[in-house]
C-alpha cells in the first residue's frame, strides 16, 4: 500500500509539473491563477468580516493602519510658517528681517511632528494591510478570530507548506537547472542568428518556469512600449523578485555585481548565451568605468537593453525614492516601468536588514501568490536643458505616478546610511536670510 | 472617535507579549521569538508564551496593553485608544534594538529630524535628567504637551494638576530648549549657542551678539540680563502657541 501511495503521489506530482512547465515553454497560460486568484479574494474578505464581527461583539475598535500618515501636516515652508507666527506675535512690521523668540516654536513642531510620524523609516519596512490574507504574519487583530477561522487559516497554512512549497520548489529547482544548461549549450553555437534566436526563447522560457515557481499573477499594461535595443529600462525597486518578471516578457541585458556561489554560477553560465555586464567588486565603487562599460553596450544597437534599479535598493512599493544619475547620465533612450505588487496575497518587499535571501525566498514560496501590475511607460530622453538629476527626477515621477506611488526626493540609502550634513545646512542658511536678509 | 480614559501607562514595564493564548504555540516560520521582556510582565498567572505571532505589531503585544487599562484612572490628557495604538506602533518602529526603549540614536535615524537644526536639542527633550533611554511612557508624555487644547477643557475647573497640554506647559516646553543647563533662566550664552544651532555658519560672531543682545534687552524686566520664565511668556503673550504648538490627529 506504501509503494502503491508513493507511485501516485509521484505521478502526481510529475504530471503537475508537466501541466506547469509546458505552458511555461510555449508562453501560454491556462488561467488557473485569475481563478486561484479570485477565490482567495473572496476568502480573504470573508476572513475581515468575520474578525470586524468579532471586534464589534466585544466592543473593541479595530487596529487599522493608515497608510497616509496619522497627523496632519502642512505643506507650507519655513518663510512662511515663521512670518506667520511672528505675524500673530506682533504688529511690527513683517518684512524685516530679524530674530523673535517665537521662532524656536517652528523648528520645535516641525521636529515632533517628524517623531511622530516621518516620509521616509516607513518606507523601509512591510506595508500594512487592510483586510487579513490568512498569514499569521499580517495578523494585528488576532485575538477577534473565530474557531471556523482558526480552522481556515490552519488549512491554509497546511495548503501553503505541504503542497505549494513542494511544488514550487522543484520548479525552481528545474526552472534554475534549464537556465543554467540551456544558455551553456546555446554558448557553444557560433554567433549568429541562430544562437540568438535560442538563446532569447532559452531565457524567456526559464523566467517563465521562475514565475510559475512563485505562483506570480503578472498583468502587463501597455507592451508596445516594451523597451528596445540600445535603450536602458528603468523601474522602481522592490525586492529581487522584479527581475523575473521583468525578464519573463522581456529580453534584457542584466547588469550586476558578480556574486560567489549559486548566483555566480548562473551568472557565468548566462553570459556565455548572450552579453550581460557583470560587474567585479572592484570595478563597481569606480563610477566612470561603469559609465564608460554601460555607454559601451548601448551604443552597440545590436545589444540588448539594460535593466536597471536606480534606487540602489529595495524600496517597500508604496513610494518611489531618489533615483541615482548614473544611468541617466550615458544619452541613451531611456523606458520607465511601473511596478505596483497587490500586498494582500503576499508582500514581495525585501527587507534586508530584517531577512537573509534564503527567508525571503522561502516566505515568497509559502505566501499565498505574487499579485503585479507591470506598465510600460513610452520612452523618454534627455532634453537639452535638463542636467542629469532633473531628468532623472522626471522619469521618477512619471513611474510614480503610473504606479500610484509616492514621489520622494529622499535617498533609498537612508536605509543605512545618515543623511547628509548639506541639508541641514540648507534649512540653517533659509532661516539665517529671515534673521538677517540677503 | 471613542475617547477611552486612560490611564497613562503608568508604570508600564515594556513590551509583553503575554497572554497570547494558544496561537503563540502554532509556531513554526511564521511566528517570532518571543520578546525577552515579555517574561518580567506583571502578570505571572498569563499563559507563557512560546512566540509570539505577528511582527513588530501592536496586534501581539496588544493583550498586554489592554491589561493596562483595566487599572485606570482619570487623567486630563486625554487621548483616544486608537492614537495611542498607532503611536505605540511608531513607537516601536523606531526601537531598532526592541527592549522597549529608545536611545539617542533611534531619533537621529529619522532623516527629517537629523536635518532639523534644533534636532539635538528636541531629542534631548525626551530623556529625563542623566538618562540615555526613554520608554513609551516617557515617548508619550513628551507627546503629549502638543495635543491640541480641546474648547470644553479651557473652561475645565481648575482643581487638578495642570494639563500637559496646557498654553504655560507648552511655552514652557520652547523656554527648556533655549535652557541648556536648566537653570530656568536663557542666559546670554545659551541664547547664543542655541541661535548658532539655528544659523549653521552663515552669520559671523558679532552680528550673531548683538541679535542675542538686543533679543536679552528687549525682554529683560528684572536687570539680571537673562531672560527668565516669566520674562520669556510675557513677551511671547500675543503668539498663538495653542495652534503652533500643536499637532492634530487624522483620525
Known sequence: ?438 | MQLLVVEVLRGWPGRSGASCGSWCLLGGVESKRCHPASRNVRDPSGPGCAGVVGDNSPGSHYCGFRRQRSAVQRQRDLISHSQITRLYSRFTSLDKGENGTLSREDFQRIPELAINPLGDRIINAFFPEGEDQVNFRGFMRTLAHFRPIEDNEKSKDQNGPEPLNSRSNKLHFAFRLYDLDKDDKISRDELLQVLRMMVGVNISDEQLGSIADRTIQEADQDGDSAISFAEFVKVLEKVDVEQKMSIRFLH
Open chain 1, 1 to 438: 500500500v506504501v509503494n502503491l501511495l508513493g507511485i501516485s503521489i509521484t505521478v502526481l506530482f510529475t504530471l503537475l509539473l508537466v501541466f506547469i512547465i509546458v505552458p511555461a515553454i510555449f508562453g501560454v497560460s491556462f488561467g488557473i491563477r485569475k481563478v486561484y486568484m479570485k477565490t482567495l479574494l473572496k476568502i480573504f474578505q470573508w476572513a475581515t468580516l468575520r474578525i470586524e464581527r468579532g471586534a464589534k461583539e466585544k466592543n473593541h475598535p479595530l487596529y487599522k493602519p493608515y497608510v497616509n500618515g496619522i497627523i496632519a501636516k502642512e505643506p507650507t515652508s519655513l518663510e512662511e510658517e515663521i512670518k506667520e507666527i511672528r505675524r500673530s506675535g506682533s504688529g511690527k512690521a513683517l518684512d524685516a528681517p530679524e530674530f523673535e523668540l517665537s521662532d524656536i516654536f517652528y523648528f520645535c513642531r516641525k521636529g515632533i511632528e517628524t517623531i511622530m510620524d516621518d516620509e521616509v523609516t516607513k518606507r523601509f519596512s512591510a506595508e500594512e494591510l487592510e483586510s487579513w490574507n490568512l498569514l499569521s504574519r499580517t495578523n494585528y487583530n488576532f485575538q477577534y478570530i473565530s474557531l471556523r477561522l482558526t480552522v481556515l487559516w490552519g488549512l491554509g497554512m497546511l495548503i501553503r507548506y505541504c503542497f505549494l512549497l513542494p511544488l514550487r520548489i522543484a520548479l525552481a529547482f528545474t526552472g534554475i537547472s534549464l537556465l543554467v544548461t540551456g544558455t551553456t549549450v546555446v554558448g557553444y553555437l557560433p554567433n549568429g542568428r541562430c544562437k540568438e534566436f535560442l538563446s532569447k526563447h532559452v531565457h524567456l522560457m526559464c523566467y517563465r518556469i521562475c514565475v510559475r515557481a512563485l505562483t506570480a499573477i503578472i498583468t502587463y499594461h501597455d507592451r508596445e512600449n516594451r523597451p528596445r535595443n540600445g535603450g536602458i529600462c528603468v523601474a522602481n525597486h522592490t525586492s529581487p523578485i522584479d527581475v523575473i518578471i521583468l525578464a519573463s516578457d522581456g529580453y534584457y541585458a542584466m547588469v550586476g555585481q558578480v556574486h560567489g556561489g549559486l548566483m555566480g554560477v548562473i551568472q557565468r553560465a548566462m553570459v556565455k548565451a548572450c552579453p550581460h555586464v557583470w560587474f567585479e567588486r572592484s570595478e563597481v565603487k569606480d563610477r566612470h568605468l561603469v559609465a564608460k562599460r554601460l555607454t559601451e553596450h548601448v551604443q552597440d544597437k545590436s545589444k540588448l537593453p539594460i535593466l536597471i534599479f536606480p534606487e540602489g535598493t529595495c524600496i517597500n512599493n508604496t513610494s518611489v525614492m531618489m533615483f541615482k544619475k548614473g544611468s541617466f547620465e550615458i544619452g541613451a533612450t531611456v523606458y520607465p516601468v511601473a511596478i505596483k505588487y497587490d500586498p494582500q496575497f503576499g508582500d514581495a518587499f525585501w527587507n534586508s536588514s530584517k531577512y537573509g535571501m534564503v527567508t525571503y525566498l522561502l516566505r515568497m514560496m509559502t505566501s499565498w501568490a505574487i499579485v503585479c501590475s507591470v506598465w510600460y511607460l513610452p520612452p523618454m530622453t534627455r532634453q537639452p536643458e535638463e542636467d542629469a538629476v532633473q531628468f532623472a527626477n522626471r522619469v521618477k515621477s512619471a513611474i510614480a505616478r503610473q504606479g500610484g506611488l509616492v514621489d520622494l526626493l529622499w535617498d533609498g540609502g537612508l536605509k543605512r546610511e545618515k543623511v547628509k550634513d548639506a541639508f541641514k545646512e540648507e534649512q540653517q542658511k533659509l532661516y539665517s536670510k529671515m534673521i538677517v536678509g540677503n
